[in-house]
């Protein structure tokens, strides 16, 4: 090429400033700027001779196709196919082999000549590597690249065999719906995830390593694939049987089945779950936590509160079980002796030294009906850092008794004298939802949100609330005066006294394992 070729469509002035911009050039990147350059000045011979002499200072890699690149967008093709064949003599591995193929779609010629015998290279240098696979389906199936469907077909039949597990299939299916428009592709991988439907022999919540075990997140995405509903509910029925001692893996089932309007089986499938939970508490002897039963319970209400009254008696059911886990302490028949049960079974008890203590309350709950302390049992008590093999009861809502109610508490007098909240739900549903809803947005006074706060159960409320000092009432709801007198509750739960006495008991209580 003669020297003053490169120089055609272009003045003097910007050919000086470029030449001067050239002789500056020193690295790739100094050289890849000023192609850019060349391209905007539209100087397509200069542009060419650079990408042909920096293409011989560097090896394979991404820099050798960004110069393959620049000749193809100024429709240089001949000295494009001529670095193309140069480039390939220097691979050696999949991502070569396939980032070459990519490259070879840039042009209807090259894709028809080149792309697919690249892909077949790619495909060989695969092997049975899933990752290398799954990046290969993505490039033959990408309308961007090589966008045909039978050569995707063929590369999805060689993954399929090298699938090791549901996941995998999953995977490949979720890559092809995002690359891929052709359904009788994903066939194929639908009948190999049956199979390994069939062979599963165990559902379980988190990763795991066995090709016969299953995510239940996997199984679910995967049956969205089937097209056939009485395969689906065969499938669903076959998992159900497959799920291990983890009951919370039936809630997932159970929200599938409400999604395809089937409340029958889900109702069904909720009741499984109760009936299969192994959480007991004997005595003093506990064989398992109820923290997890808790903390699903909102799951649970939540799917019992979508069907209705339909699903009443599971309901039914699944609160029963959920007040048998409860640790209780009995407190004797002199403390609180004339609280009227007409006031309201369930009690929240709120002790604060300060009002407005920007704190997390300190409570105490109650079921006035059973006369019993209600408590929480949790996994494991952690203790400097360490996580011993017990599990503890937790009687007061915080972990730890907060200085500003110790303070309040007058041993000399035996009473309490801080400020009482009481707050009164009728029955051991809404004492649940109100559980939830008001730990939820105390946690949010105290660490930021309550203006924003939504409760999870807007029609649950409490029957009354009211706060009680010094034997004088404050703050009583709208609704107090329908439920109980003054007098009842200032003595009885409005008491400093009896909240001593109360306060003493759990205490006496608390090392119970």
């Not at 960004?66 to 001949?78: A, P, R, T």
């Not at 194929?188 to 075990?213: D, W």
């Not at 799917?303 to 039914?316: A, L």
């Amino acid at each position: 090429m003669e020297e003053q070729d490169i120089y055609q469509g272009l003045s003097k002035n910007q050919t000086k400033a470029l030449t001067t911009e050239e002789s500056a050039c020193n690295t790739h990147w100094d050289f890849l700027s000023f192609s850019e350059k060349l391209f905007e000045a539209d100087a397509t011979m200069w542009l060419k001779k650079i990408c042909l002499e920096q293409f011989k200072k560097e090896d394979y890699g991404k820099d050798m196709r960004e110069w393959i690149s620049k000749l193809i967008s100024i429709n240089e093709i001949e000295a494009a196919e001529d670095l193309l064949k140069k480039a390939e003599k220097k691979v050696d591995d999949f991502n070569g082999y396939r980032e070459l193929a990519e490259l070879s779609c840039s042009t209807a010629d090259f894709k028809n000549n080149y792309a697919k015998k690249l892909y077949d290279k790619a495909l060989e240098k695969a092997g049975d590597d899933m990752y290398d696979l799954e990046a290969l389906i993505v490039s033959v199936s990408d309308k961007n690249y090589l966008n045909d469907n039978e050569y995707t077909k063929n590369a999805v039949k060689i993954a399929v065999e090298n699938c090791i597990d549901l996941a995998a299939v999953v995977s490949l299916i979720k890559l092809l719906k995002e690359n891929s428009t052709d359904a009788s592709v994903i066939d194929v991988l639908v009948s190999k995830g049956q199979q390994f439907c069939v062979a599963i022999k165990t559902i379980h919540s988190e990763a795991y390593e066995n090709p016969e075990e299953c995510t239940m997140d996997d199984f679910l995405a995967f049956i969205e694939n089937i097209s056939d509903k009485n395969e689906i509910h065969k499938l669903l029925a076959s998992c159900i049987g497959k799920i291990n001692e983890d009951i919370f893996q039936f809630i997932p089932i159970a929200e599938y089945y409400h999604k395809i309007e089937d409340s029958k089986n889900a109702i069904k499938c909720l009741e499984l779950a109760i009936d299969k939970c192994k959480y007991t508490f004997d005595g003093k002897e506990f064989h398992n936590t109820t923290s997890d039963a808790l903390h699903y319970a909102d799951r649970f209400l939540e799917q019992f509160d979508s069907y209705g009254e339909e699903s009443n008696t599971v309901k039914s059911k699944f609160l029963q079980h959920l007040d048998d886990l409860t640790p209780k302490i009995l407190f004797s028949e002199h403390i609180l002796k004339d609280y009227n049960l007409k006031c309201g079974r369930f009690l929240y008890i709120i002790l604060e030294y300060k009002e407005k203590a920007k704190k997390y309350n300190y409570s105490i709950t109650l079921d006035m009906e059973k006369r019993v302390v209600l408590g929480r049992r949790f996994d494991m008590h952690f203790t400097m850092g360490h996580c011993p093999d017990n599990h503890y009861i937790r009687w007061h809502d915080n972990q730890e008794y907060p200085t500003r109610v110790s303070n309040a508490m007058d041993n000399t007098t035996q009473k309490f004298t801080g400020l009482i909240t009481i707050k009164c739900s009728d029955n051991f549903e809404n004492f649940i939802k109100n559980d939830e809803d008001y730990h939820e947005l105390e946690y949010a006074k105290t660490y930021g949100g309550a203006e924003d706060f939504n409760p999870r159960y807007p029609n649950s409320k409490f029957l009354w609330e009211v706060s009680c000092k010094n034997g004088k009432i404050n703050n009583p709801s709208a609704s107090f005066s329908d439920f109980c007198s003054e007098e009842e509750v200032l003595n009885t739960v409005g008491s400093g006294k009896n909240i001593y006495d109360l306060d003493q008991i759990i205490w006496e209580n608390s090392n119970v394992k």
